[in-house]
């Protein structure tokens, strides 16, 4: 799938995600009454962190369904699911257990058996529930990267995943203001909503930041995007590679990598096929890529892709010793293309151009005078190198 799609299919799994715990939790009493308190007691505190465990635990889980779904891979479906899972469910726990206490801090004291109603009261209680569920999202963002080992990944994950729960939070306070309603009917709406807007921002956050990436133009997977997010990523057969080339028997499980360093990407074949890799139709052994470069792998084709100004602009001094590292410079009475010495007369090589015979006419040996004019014989003009030494057949000078 494309990174457009995959940010939309994110950001409705991350929906999904919230409906889900809500569904889960809604006929518990225990996670959801609707009767104002304060968290005092072990018991409050265990009723925080097990709500935000469970909506943590569905939203990362289904999110990491997406990202393992648009590897093409089921082994990875299944890491990333689980992966996701695990850390949804500590990220949950940690992230309302944070807001808590900081709602706690911030929250309007109670009067007269009933919380104060008032505006700064309302604003801190946004603010207290937005940082508790930003930092939800930052976990569930983070366990994106983490089936991959991709520390990039982890990053972009963590800023879109705290960049979304901070809304969601915020939105959760104020979908209970502005629908004037309580209870099962703002839960649902709420967690629904701060679950769409962790998925969204972590998908985009991903693609806003993405420096490199490949999209397979012919094979099985024809039209999927891979987001190159390590030093090095694998293309291959293999269920666990970073670049998954399936459903082609030419291909090996470890075929080629794309190794980044200094912000230059090259690829490099590993010896494991007799296909081998092309890169625009010529095989090769390691070689830089550059934006639009083709590979081959068997059957497949893929397209690299890099985002305008992630390489570094070779600057002019680097083409210079690049070509002082050739070798020594020429003497003057050899030639640099060919390599052959000169004609000390002319200065033309092997490799000096002929210029085309044009037809004439020269005075016949009997006499001056119309009758005496014999044409030159023309043969066909050759732009290619002369050999040196070899005669003009069909030509004289005039």
């Known amino acids: 799938m494309n990174s457009k799609l995959k940010i939309l299919l994110e950001a409705a799994a991350g929906a999904a995600g919230g409906f889900l715990a809500w569904m889960v939790m809604e006929p518990c009493p225990f996670l959801t009454s609707d009767e104002p308190r304060s968290v005092a007691s072990p018991v409050d505190w265990l009723s925080i962190v097990l709500f935000g465990a469970v909506m943590g635990a569905c939203i990362s889980a289904l999110i990491g ?25 500590a990220g949950g726990m940690a ?44 976990f569930i963002g983070g366990a994106q990267g983490v089936p991959t080992a991709s520390l990039r990944k982890m990053r972009h994950g963590a800023v879109g995943g705290f960049i979304g729960g901070l809304l969601g939070g915020m939105l959760f306070e104020f979908v209970a203001a502005i629908l004037q309603v309580g209870g099962a009917p703002s839960r649902l709406v709420s967690m629904t909503i701060t679950g769409a807007a962790i998925g969204f921002f972590v998908g985009l956050v991903q693609d806003l930041l993405k420096q490199a990436w490949v999209v397979v133009l012919r094979g099985r997977n024809e039209g999927r995007e891979y987001v190159l997010d390590k030093p090095t990523s694998i293309l291959g057969r293999d269920e666990l590679a970073d670049v998954g080339v399936f459903g082609d028997p030419s291909v090996a499980p470890q075929h080629a990598v794309i190794k980044v360093a200094g912000g230059r990407y090259r690829i490099e074949d590993l010896g494991s096929a007799p296909t081998g890799t092309l890169v625009n139709g010529q095989p090769v052994s390691q070689v830089g890529l550059a934006d639009g470069d083709v590979i081959t792998l068997g059957a497949t084709q893929i397209k690299f892709h890099e985002k305008l100004g992630a390489a570094p602009v070779r600057k002019a001094r680097d083409v210079i010793a690049q070509s002082a590292a050739r070798g020594p410079a020429l003497p003057d009475n050899i030639c640099r293309f060919c390599g052959e010495a000169k004609d000390p007369v002319s200065g033309t090589c092997a490799c000096t151009p002929v210029p085309p015979q044009q037809p004439g006419f020269t005075v016949a040996a009997q006499g001056a005078g119309a009758a005496g004019q014999t044409p030159l014989a023309t043969g066909p003009a050759s732009l290619g190198p002369r050999p040196v030494g070899a005669a003009t057949a069909g030509a004289r000078l005039v």
């Open 65 to 89: 369904a997406i990202e393992g779904l648009a590897t093409g891979s089921r082994r990875q479906l299944r890491r990333a699911v689980g992966f996701g899972f695990v850390i949804g469910l």
């Open 95 to 138: 992230g309302l257990f944070f807001g808590q206490v900081v709602y706690g801090r911030l929250q309007a004291p109670p009067s007269g058996g009933a919380f104060t109603v008032s505006l700064l009261g309302f604003l801190r209680s946004v603010f207290a529930r937005a940082l508790g569920w930003a930092f939800v999202g930052l």
